[in-house]
């Protein structure tokens, strides 16, 4: 019987032990529903005819396109907030192009013209150096951890216990609070609800210009600030 080993995906040989799995796999090992035969004998021996598809047309398969078109800068091309540049794009700005990329690769993105051709590869610009990636890293930990932690205390502060009683009476509330302690409690969760915070009608908005298409329901309201 072989013994499988559990790879570690951090140790450096996953990937060799991968591809050893997978050779046993295919050319050793002999599943009961091949007839004794191993994957790779069974696909030998199947009559079904196969069609090449060239590497070309299964490479846009496997990105995603968010369908808009862009244009090239100086500065490369936007995507998510973020400038991608590449060594290819030097002398093209204006021209338009469209966005495939890899999910959760967002390193790099693959450069296509409107009608999907690839004109190249883009790396983010301006990316963070590794010192840096793994202090945010350790930042994002310290935070998570401090966020479980006000998750659990609230979640005990949140939970009510009553006294227990063996004849009819009305319930008994345990946890005792004096008012100041629930006043600070209060104020603070105030303070931190930037949603109550906010005042969006402290600074007015203006008129808009008159030669905008503004709904007839409004138009008269305009007229009238504007006097």
Same mark, same amino acid.
């Given at each position: 019987m072989r013994t499988?080993?559990?790879a570690c995906p951090r140790c450096p040989d996953?990937? /060799?032990?991968?591809?050893?799995? /997978? *050779?046993w796999w295919n050319t050793e090992h002999r599943p009961a529903g091949l007839a004794g035969r191993t994957p790779v004998e069974a696909w030998l021996a199947d009559p079904t005819p196969l069609s090449d598809i060239p590497e070309a047309a299964l490479w *846009?398969?496997?990105l995603e396109d968010d369908g808009r078109v862009r244009k090239l800068s100086s500065h490369g091309v936007r995507w998510r907030g973020r400038d991608y540049l590449g060594a290819w794009m030097a002398g093209q700005a204006g021209r338009r192009v469209r966005i495939r990329h890899m999910p959760h690769h967002d390193h790099e993105i693959e450069v296509c013209d409107p009608a999907g051709r690839h004109l190249g590869t883009a790396h983010l610009a301006d /990316? /963070?150096?590794?010192?840096?990636?793994?202090?945010?890293r350790r930042t994002r930990t310290v935070r998570a951890r401090r966020l479980r932690e006000d998750a659990k205390k609230a979640e005990a502060l949140r939970r009510q216990r009553f006294a227990p009683a063996t004849t009819p009476t009305p319930a008994q509330r345990l946890g005792a609070v004096t008012a100041a302690e629930a006043e600070q409690e209060l104020t603070t969760s105030a303070d931190s609800d930037m949603a109550a915070l906010a005042l969006p009608d402290l600074i007015?908005?203006?008129?808009?210009?008159d030669d905008w298409n503004t709904p007839a329901f409004l138009r008269p309201a305009i007229r009238e600030e504007k006097r």
């Open positions: 499988e080993r559990r996953f990937t /060799a032990q991968v591809l050893e799995w /997978a *050779g *846009g398969l496997m /990316a /963070a150096i590794p010192e840096q990636l793994d202090e945010l007015p908005h203006a008129s808009p210009p």
